[in-house]
């Protein structure tokens, strides 16, 4: 596990580590969209955080 930056990506819903998201759900927060490529269980995958890879293997950016 690496322990998460300072700052993560988003402090606060609608993009959180304890919601689930269903596949194609977009998010936008730091002037950018993103699409949930999979279903995505709340917890699944942990923090929200750039360093987290598996992020970037279930989102992908949009705009």
Same mark, same amino acid.
């Given at each position: 596990?690496?322990? $998460?930056?300072?700052?993560?990506?988003?402090?606060?819903? $609608? !993009? *959180?580590?304890?919601?689930?998201? =269903?596949?194609?759900?977009?998010? *936008?927060?730091?002037?950018?969209?993103?699409? *949930?490529?999979?279903?995505?269980? =709340?917890?699944?995958?942990?923090?929200?955080?750039?360093?987290?890879?598996? &992020? !970037? =293997?279930? !989102?992908? &950016?949009?705009?």
């Amino acid at each position: 596990n690496v322990d $998460p930056p300072e700052t993560p990506i988003v402090t606060a819903d $609608p !993009w *959180s580590a304890d919601m689930a998201y =269903a596949a194609g759900v977009e998010v *936008s927060f730091g002037g950018h969209t993103y699409r *949930s490529k999979v279903p995505i269980a =709340a917890g699944q995958y942990g923090a929200m955080t750039p360093d987290n890879p598996v &992020l !970037w =293997a279930v !989102w992908e &950016l949009v705009a």
